[in-house]
C-alpha cells in the first residue's frame, strides 16, 4: 500500500470518530493541509529511511498551520521550502485560526526540532537521508478555551478507536519506510511505537526502538539545552555518528 492510500484509509477512519466536550473544535490537518503533508513527503518521504522520528500529534501552531510534522512556520517555509496551498478547517476555533505559512507565531516545539535537524544536517536533503519525521495521530483536539487536548488525555471511549485507526497506519507507515531504529519523540510516542512494532508478524524486521527529550517548553528538562541533550541521546541509541575524540 502507497503512503497515499494509508493516509486515504485513516482520514475515512478518522472521519467516524466522535469526541464529546471538554473537546468542542477538532482539526485535521490531512484533510485541510493534505496538500502541503503530500509536498512534504513528495520532496522528503520517498523510499525506506533507517530511522524514523515520531510525534505524538499537531500542535496549534506547528501542524495545525502548516500540514508538516513539528511544523513550525519559519523552518517549513524556509528550510524545508513547502509552499502548498493550505485551506481552512470546517469547524475552525476562534482563538486558534489556521493561517497557514502567514501564522505568525511561532511553534517551540518545532522551531527546536527543526532547528536542531538544521544545525545538525545543514541541508535537508543530508537529514532526510536518514531520517524521516511523523505523528502518530494527525488530529489536533481543542476545549472551548482554545487549550489544546493531547490524545492520552482523552477518555477510553473515544482513546481506544483513536488508537486502532492510528496503530494500523503506524503499522503501514513502518512496513513502507523498513527503519532499522523507531524513535518517539517523548514517553506517548514511544509507547506507541511498542504497541505497534509487535503488530507487524514479519512484514518487516523489526525495528530498535528508543525515544528522545520532548522539545515542548512544558517541560522543564526540555528548556535545558534541549539540543545537546537529544544529539546526545541519538548519539547513545546509534541514530548519530559518535562524537569524534
Not at 496538500?35 to 520532496?43: E, K, S, V
Not at 523510499?47 to 506547528?62: I, K, T, Y
Not at 512484514?203 to 541533550?229: F, M, T, V
Request: glycine letters at 8%; one cysteine or more.
Amino acid at each position: 500500500m502507497d503512503i497515499s492510500a494509508i493516509l486515504d484509509r485513516l482520514e475515512r477512519r478518522l472521519r467516524r470518530l466522535r469526541f464529546a466536550p471538554p473537546v468542542t473544535h477538532v482539526y485535521n490537518p490531512l484533510v485541510y493541509a493534505r496538500a502541503a503533508f503530500t509536498q512534504y513527503l513528495d520532496m522528503y518521504g520517498r523510499g525506506s529511511r533507517r530511522c524514523v522520528l515520531l510525534g505524538m500529534n499537531p500542535g496549534p501552531w506547528g501542524m495545525a498551520q502548516t500540514g508538516v510534522p513539528f511544523g513550525e512556520v519559519g523552518h517549513v517555509r524556509d528550510w524545508l521550502g513547502i509552499d502548498a496551498e493550505i485551506r481552512r478547517p470546517r469547524n475552525e476555533h476562534p482563538k486558534r485560526p489556521v493561517q497557514g505559512l502567514d501564522c505568525p507565531r511561532s511553534e517551540v516545539s518545532g522551531a527546536r526540532l527543526w532547528g536542531w535537524a538544521r544545525h545538525q544536517f545543514g541541508t535537508p536533503a543530508r537529514f532526510f537521508r536518514e531520517f524521516i519525521v511523523l505523528n502518530y495521530c494527525p488530529l489536533v483536539f481543542m476545549e472551548e478555551s482554545g487549550r489544546n487536548l493531547t490524545p492520552d488525555k482523552l477518555p477510553a471511549a473515544e482513546r481506544d478507536p483513536l488508537h486502532a485507526a492510528c496503530d494500523e497506519a503506524l503499522a503501514a507507515l513502518l512496513s513502507h519506510y523498513r527503519p532499522q531504529l523507531v524513535i518517539g519523540v517523548g514517553a506517548y510516542a514511544e509507547k506507541c511505537l511498542t504497541r505497534v512494532t509487535g503488530t507487524l508478524d514479519g512484514r518487516i524486521e523489526p525495528p530498535r526502538i528508543g525515544r528522545i527529550l520532548h522539545p515542548s517548553p512544558a517541560s522543564p528538562a526540555a528548556n535545558r539545552d534541549w539540543a545537546g541533550q537529544v544529539t546526545e541521546q541519538l548519539r547513545g541509541l546509534g541514530a548519530l555518528p559518535a562524537e569524534k575524540p
